[in-house]
């Protein structure tokens, strides 16, 4: 069951591996036409919404995977502050995600949301590069 436990936290790490990405497509986003900027926005909206199911399978199999595992407090701590931090901001980006959409249907500018996305989805990146570091160095705390 160990085996099985630890395959699908690391499907779920894998769904979480889109976000590392995110800060480069927020960065060109702006050097697109409307159309791909709509269309890259759409994409990023359904992707977001595939890694919070990714997250789901995450707290599932973490919490089977803590549960069999000598872990510490501390680290544990750490890491479950560090994925409700990953599932706040993936949650938050929702929205400016929509209005920015909705502004490029309306051929408004999306700067201000730009910019909120671009600062999201670097918080995101460097969450998930945190939490991926504490899954293998787990001894470290």
Excluded: C
């Excluded at 709509?38 to 977001?48: F, K």
């Excluded at 990953?86 to 730009?114: C, D, Y």
């Amino acid at each position: 069951m160990f085996q099985v436990m630890l395959f699908l936290h690391i499907i779920g790490a894998l769904a979480l591996g889109f976000y590392l990405v995110l800060p480069f497509v927020f960065g060109a986003i702006g050097k697109l036409s409307l159309a791909a900027q709509e269309g890259t926005l759409s994409a990023v909206n359904s992707l977001n919404r595939f890694a919070q199911f990714g997250l789901v399978i995450q707290l599932l199999t973490g919490g089977y995977l803590v549960g069999q595992g000598g872990y510490s407090v501390p680290w544990m701590i750490v890491v479950v502050l560090l994925f409700l931090a990953i599932g706040a901001l993936g949650g938050v980006m929702a929205k400016p995600l929509k209005l920015a959409i909705g502004s490029i249907r309306e051929n408004k500018n999306i700067t201000a949301q730009a910019g909120k996305l671009r600062t999201l989805s670097v918080l995101l990146s460097v969450s998930v590069i945190l939490i991926s570091f504490l899954m293998v160095f787990s001894t470290i705390i």
